[in-house]
């Protein structure tokens, strides 16, 4: 089934008018009834998490949705396996669409098709760092001995070699994190979902685990869904890259083309503290060029005096 998926020219995702409200019989919404949604927005016991949101994911790449807390980005991405079931919508994961999928159906394609990373590592605090990595393929039914080779083969691309029988309590938190992506990979699923997966750790771990994971991309090519509030790493991760604001998407775009002309001013906001990083830079670079010049200058200067006098 995954290699046939893997084969198509369809777009890995493909999201068309999706809605999610949180309410009572949410399932019976008319998202038309342009009434009806405004009495739920101004209603305390509802909540209009995502709303009329389309977008399409290419194959093998990183698309990165960012946002404030509250804009809706981690149902978006829980909707996309139906963790949460949209109110109205149409997802299509390699041309299947998943919000029609029998139950029977709809674990099958999360088993074969998609891989998650969570921010809080999920791991099982009584299992080994293998047993954990483990886990998905003997749910799968892969057989032990080639389950254990994966597993190893995993733990090897994240670096974890030698961690096979510790247990997470022992493990820092970007090593855990480790675990989980190598829990993930090992399923060999076409597509990873990560919701802020780095968001818990601290600076200079997250950057490691950034790098790592645009290394693990250069080997893997897989097509990565990644949430995110973190501008700098939309931008370093991200081929493309969309925004998001009450549960919509107000831009989307390579993250060049957001950095440098931004729809409006809540993007604007998000990248202004880059865009004065990057002038700075600029004017740095343009000073050390100008002194770089005016010394070779001088220094060719000295050179014709000293020719003169010769």
């Not at 399932?27 to 949101?53: F, H, M, P, Y």
């Not at 919508?89 to 990373?117: C, H, N, P, W, Y």
């Not at 954990?132 to 190893?152: C, H, I, P, Q, Y």
């Amino acid at each position: 089934m995954a290699g046939v998926l893997e084969k198509t020219k369809e777009p890995a995702i493909r999201i068309e008018d999706l809605w999610k409200v949180y309410a009572k019989n949410d399932q019976d919404i008319d998202v038309e009834n342009e009434d009806l949604i405004t009495e739920l927005d101004k209603s305390e016991e509802s909540v209009v998490a995502v709303r009329d949101l389309s977008l399409t994911v290419d194959p093998g790449k990183v698309f990165v949705v960012m946002g404030l807390s509250g804009s809706g980005k981690s149902t978006l991405i829980r909707c996309i396996i139906r963790l949460i079931n949209p109110t109205a919508g149409k997802i299509d994961i390699f041309g299947q669409d998943i919000t029609k999928m029998d139950k029977k159906s709809l674990t099958r394609f999360r088993r074969e098709q998609v891989a998650m990373v969570f921010q809080h590592y999920g791991l099982l605090p009584h299992r080994t760092v293998l047993q954990n990595v483990l886990f998905g393929l003997k749910v799968k039914g892969v057989n032990t001995l080639d389950s254990k080779e994966r597993a190893e083969v995993a733990l090897e691309r994240v670096g974890l070699t030698g961690w096979e029988n510790y247990y997470p309590s022992s493990l820092s938190g970007g090593m855990r994190q480790r675990v989980g992506i190598a829990r993930a990979i090992v399923m060999d699923s076409p597509i990873l979902l990560m919701d802020e997966p780095f968001s818990g750790l601290d600076p200079l771990i997250r950057r490691e685990m950034q790098d790592e994971l645009i290394r693990l991309q250069e080997e893997m090519h897989k097509t990565i869904f990644f949430i995110t509030h973190d501008l700098d790493e939309a931008m370093r991760l991200g081929d493309k890259m969309a925004v998001m604001k009450n549960g919509n998407i107000v831009q989307q775009g390579s993250p060049e083309e957001i950095l440098s002309d931004p729809a409006d001013e809540y993007v604007a906001r998000f990248v202004q503290d880059i865009r004065k990083r990057i002038e700075l830079a600029d004017k740095r670079d343009s000073k050390i060029e100008s002194l770089d010049i005016g010394n070779k200058k001088d220094k060719s200067e000295q050179e014709g005096k000293i020719t003169n006098v010769s």
